[in-house]
Each structure stands twice: as C-alpha cells, then as structure tokens.
T-cell receptor
C-alpha cells in the first residue's frame, strides 16, 4: 500500500498526559499537512511542512502542540498535557508541490482524552 | 475572515440526481476542492476547480463561479454507496492549506 499511513489509529489517554502521533506520507510528496476533525465538522488546518521546513502553523494551535518532520519524510505531532477538548480525529495529508495537486489523506488517529 | 457554507444534510433517491451547493468567502483563493468522506474514514478527492465553469468526471461534476463565490457538486445516477459526507474546501493562496466547510451529509434511499 503506497498511501498515507498514520499510527496509532486510536489512542485513549488521561487528561494531562502527553501523546505523539506519526504520519508517513506518500513517498514522493514533499508537502505534509496536519488537520483536526471533530464530529460533524470538516477538517481544520493545524500546520504544514514543505520538506523538513514547517511553513505555517494555525493561530488556533496552542503551545501544547508541536510538530516535526526532521528528514522531510515522516512527521510527528505531539500534544502535551492533553485536555478533554483535544479529543478529535487527527488527519495527516500529503501532496506534491503546487499546481493542481490534491491532498491525499491518511486514515487518521482518533484521540480520546478521558 | 474565512467562511464556507454548505447544507448540513440532504436526502435523495437511488438513481436520481443531487446538487450540493457551496458558497465561500475567503481572504485568498487558489482553487476549490470537493472531497467525499464515509463515516469513520479519511476524505477522498473527488474534483478540483480553479477556473469558472464545469468539470466533469464520470457520474460527478463540479461547477465554479469565482465572481459569486459559489460552487456545486452534481452527482448523477445515485447509488447507495454515495451515502457519505461531501466536503467543500477552498485552497488558500500559495498552494497551501485547505479551508473546509462543515460538510453535507447525503443519505441515498432505495
């Protein structure tokens, strides 16, 4: 399978704990995006990378969230001191650079904070 | 501000045609995308418009009017498997992030 993959698919954690999610994009895609989706809403942009450079971060993203893409391949999204409001589906997407290229989404990581 | 509006829910009959509308007001525009999302699954790409007019792909067509900030997705010969959420998304300037609407949940009945 050569699509976008995410790990884990599900994560249950207690409030205050830290969690880390991983995304492996399609191999030739140099752009990688993180989105968050809650029930009944469309995905909401969090941040994106071109190669290893993080080029934009949503103003909605608190300091508890950090993302990396150290070698321009896979990416990690870490949430520190989780809160119940962080419960959502975290989606990763990748694309080629520019033009008509659509973003391909991974299956997502569903986070539940208890 | 960024605002994308689409109806919350629609129902249609198998074999029929349905049109899902989307209106947008965004600070930048570099294309409009439609995605399909089945419950619990990732969004999958359906269509893309950057110039005014109609783009056709099999049973799916999408229309764009940039001056009106308006798009629609037309689904023909509806099948039960078309029951899903349909997401309208505007790409921000610079080929960057997508700004999504809340999605339209389509239910196809026999």
């Amino acid at each position: 399978d050569t699509g976008v993959s995410q790990d884990p698919r599900h994560k249950i954690t207690k409030r205050g704990q830290n969690v880390t999610f991983r995304c492996d994009p399609i191999s030739e895609h140099n752009r990688l995006y993180w989105y968050r989706q809650t029930l009944g809403q469309g995905p909401e942009f969090l941040t994106y990378f071109q190669n290893e450079a993080q080029l934009e971060k949503s103003r909605l993203l608190s300091d508890r969230f950090s993302a990396e893409r150290p070698k321009g391949s896979f990416s990690t999204l870490e949430i520190q001191r989780t809160e119940q409001g962080d419960s959502a589906m975290y989606l990763c997407a990748s694309s080629l650079d520019g033009g008509v290229y659509e973003q391909y989404f991974g299956p997502g990581t569903r986070l539940t904070v208890t | 501000g960024q605002n994308i509006d689409q109806p919350t829910e629609m129902t249609a009959t198998e074999g029929a045609i349905v049109q899902i509308n989307c209106t947008y007001q965004t600070s930048g525009f570099n294309g409009l995308f439609w995605y399909q999302q089945h419950a619990g699954e990732a969004p999958t790409f359906l269509s893309y418009n950057v110039l005014d007019g109609l783009e056709e792909k099999g049973r799916f067509s999408s229309f764009l009017s940039r001056s009106k900030g308006y798009s629609y997705l037309l689904l023909k010969e509806l099948q039960m498997k078309d029951s899903a959420s349909y997401l309208c998304a505007v790409r921000d300037q610079g080929y960057n992030k997508l700004i999504f609407g809340a999605g339209t949940r389509l239910a196809v009945h026999p």
